[in-house]
DNA sequence: CTGACACATTAGAACAGTTCAAAGATTGGA
DNA sequence: TCCAATCTTTGAACTGTTCTAATGTGTCAG
C-alpha cells in the first residue's frame, strides 16, 4: 500500500477501480510522470482506463494537495507524488530525466519582494545527466 | 534603439520590417511576453505581420541566445530578452505577472549532484501580487 | 434488497498553443 | 537586371489538455 493510497483512503476518497490503477501508477517518492505516462502504467493494469479519467483523475488529486503538478520545459505537466518532503528539482536537460534534490530553499531578500506576499519556491538544477554526458561525448 | 535591436544589428542579422516590430514588441528589460502578445504588440505597428512569422522569430532569437524562454504554470511560453544579468522570477499566483529578481543562485551541494554536469539554475518564487492581494481581502 | 440519486467514467469532439509545409515575396550580390 | 538565398504568409497539422453528453456504478434510505 503506498502512502498515497493510504491518505486517500483515510480522506474517505471513493476509491474506484480507475482511481486505484491511477494511483498506484504514481506509487513511490521519486517519480514524476506525465500524464501520458501514467495513462499508459494504469492501462497495463485496467485497460479499458480512459485518458479522460486520468486527466480527472490528476487533476482532483492535485487540488487535493496530494499531488503537485510540475511544469516542464517541453509542454507537458508532471506530477510529483512528493508532497510530504519539501524538495527541488535536478533535470537532464537532453533526455528530461527529472529527480528530487533536497537543498535550502533561496531567500528573496525583502527589497526585491516588490510587496508581494510571499507563498512558495522552486527551483530546477539544469544540467547533464551521467548517461547523457557519456552519449555527447562518445558523439 | 533596444539593446536587443543593437545586439541584432551587429550580429548582421537581416533586420526586416516584421522582425523589426517583433523585436520591438520585446524591448526593455522587465517583460515577459507570451507569443500572443508579442504578435498583439508586433501587429499594432505593422498589420500585415503573421503569427507564424512571430513564432519563427522568437525561436530564432531563443536559439541565437538572445532571449530566453520561460515554462509559465499555464500552457503558455513566455520570453524574456534579459539575458544579460543573471535573475530569477516572482510570479503571481492569480494573475501570473512576473517580476525579475536578483537573489543569489541556490547551491547544489555535492552529495546531491547525481553525477549530474551542472548547466544552470532556475528559480521562481510564486506569490500574490499587491493587487491580487486586496481583491481576495474584499471578496 | 431495491430503487434512486449522486458521482464516476467513457469516447470523442473541441480547444489552445505551437510547429510544419508549400507557395509567394523580398533581399542583396553578381 | 536577374538569380539564388532567405523571409514571410496562409493554412493545415500536431500535441497536450479540457469539455460534453451519454452511460455506468456505488451508496444509502427505505
Not at 493510497?5 to 474517505?12: A, N, T
Not at 482532483?60 to 519539501?86: F, Q
Request: proline fraction near 5%; charged fraction near 25%.
Amino acid at each position: 500500500m503506498t502512502p498515497l493510497l493510504e491518505r486517500l483512503r483515510h480522506r474517505g476518497w471513493r476509491l474506484t477501480a480507475q482511481r486505484r490503477v491511477i494511483a498506484e501508477a504514481m506509487a513511490g517518492d521519486h517519480v514524476h510522470l506525465a500524464a501520458d505516462e501514467v495513462f499508459e502504467r494504469a492501462r497495463e493494469r485496467l485497460p479499458e482506463v480512459s485518458l479522460a479519467t486520468v486527466y480527472n483523475t490528476l487533476n482532483e488529486l492535485v487540488s487535493m494537495g496530494e499531488l503537485a503538478e510540475i511544469t516542464h520545459t517541453d509542454g507537458r505537466k508532471r506530477y510529483d507524488p512528493n508532497v510530504a518532503e519539501p524538495h527541488h528539482h535536478l533535470v537532464c536537460v537532453d533526455c528530461g530525466e527529472m529527480l528530487d534534490v533536497i537543498t535550502e530553499d533561496p531567500r528573496l531578500p525583502t527589497d526585491q519582494q516588490h510587496g508581494f506576499e510571499l507563498l512558495g519556491v522552486e527551483t530546477t538544477f539544469r544540467g547533464r545527466c551521467p548517461d547523457c554526458a557519456a552519449s555527447v561525448s562518445s558523439a
